[in-house]
């Protein structure tokens, strides 16, 4: 029997896979073209890294790190910079979050007649906070706070700040309007705009945010113990230049079992709001 034209229509044949007109293509293939590039221009010594004198060298390596020191005296000294390094991550998001909330509200342009007159400057700002690493800021913030947790909380709440400020503002631009507008066109002002409806729709992926910036924080603290900025990242940059992998494998697990803490957490709170 023959095939009606609308079942004919059904069996089409699907798009080339490249089309000289598609700019998607071309982003494509233009980007595939930079990664080939980088490979033929990077000294990448695989024959070096597969030898089997480096295979020993990685494995010798890896044995020491699986025999973690858990004497009473080291698990005494490691809980207390645990909790350092928790609570170093903790405040420090937490003043990065309100920073990046302020900031980016002037960096976000919420609506058609929104002048946005600070976007430029703010987002400027943004920029510098997040470019700079949290060991640039805490050796900067050590000659003013000192050794210590302080110059540490801050470092990772001035960089966490640039990078939340972005999504934050992102994200209240891709607020639906709707409800927005209803409220402008009854005169309602700004501040009560923001936070009956622009604010209700973001609130979770903004928490979502902060969350996952918490986990990448408790990371950064081994960074900034390189710099004498405390918790479990100061006693990383001490026992791995001592070659103490043993004390270096249970600083490892400690960071490890943070991170689950806080991702676990993360994973409740997601939970409960989507309810």
């Not at 966490?160 to 409800?179: D, H, I, K, S, Y």
């Amino acid at each position: 029997m023959p095939q009606s034209s609308a079942a004919k229509d059904s069996y089409q044949l699907p798009p080339k896979l490249f089309d000289a007109r598609c700019k998607a293509c071309w982003l494509v293939l233009g980007v595939l073209l930079l990664v080939v590039a980088s490979f033929a221009t990077l000294d990448l010594q695989w024959a070096q890294f597969w030898s089997w004198s480096a295979l020993q060298k990685m494995g010798r390596f890896v044995g020491e790190l699986l025999q973690p020191e858990t004497s009473a005296r080291f698990v005494g000294k490691l809980l207390p910079a645990m909790l350092e390094t928790l609570a170093m991550s903790a405040l420090g998001t937490l003043l990065a979050a309100a920073l990046g909330l302020a900031l980016a509200l002037p960096a976000a342009r919420t609506h058609a007649q929104d002048p946005a007159r600070w976007r430029g400057a703010t987002r400027l700002c943004l920029n510098a906070l997040r470019s700079t690493p949290e060991l640039v800021w805490a050796a900067l913030l050590l000659i003013a706070a000192g050794l210590g947790p302080f110059a540490g909380t801050l470092a990772l709440g001035l960089h966490t700040a640039g990078v939340l400020g972005r999504l934050f503002a992102e994200c209240l631009e891709n607020a639906t309007p709707g409800p927005a507008f209803a409220l402008r066109v009854r005169g309602v002002d700004e501040v009560r705009v923001f936070f009956y409806a622009t604010l209700p729709q973001v609130l979770p992926q903004l928490l979502s945010y902060t969350l996952y910036r918490w986990e990448n924080n408790i990371r950064a603290a081994a960074v900034l113990g390189v710099v004498g900025a405390g918790g479990l990242g100061q006693m990383l940059a001490f026992h791995m230049g001592l070659f103490q992998m043993g004390e270096t494998s249970s600083v490892l697990l400690a960071m490890l079992v943070l991170v689950a803490l806080v991702d676990a957490l993360s994973y409740a709170m997601r939970r409960a709001l989507s309810r």
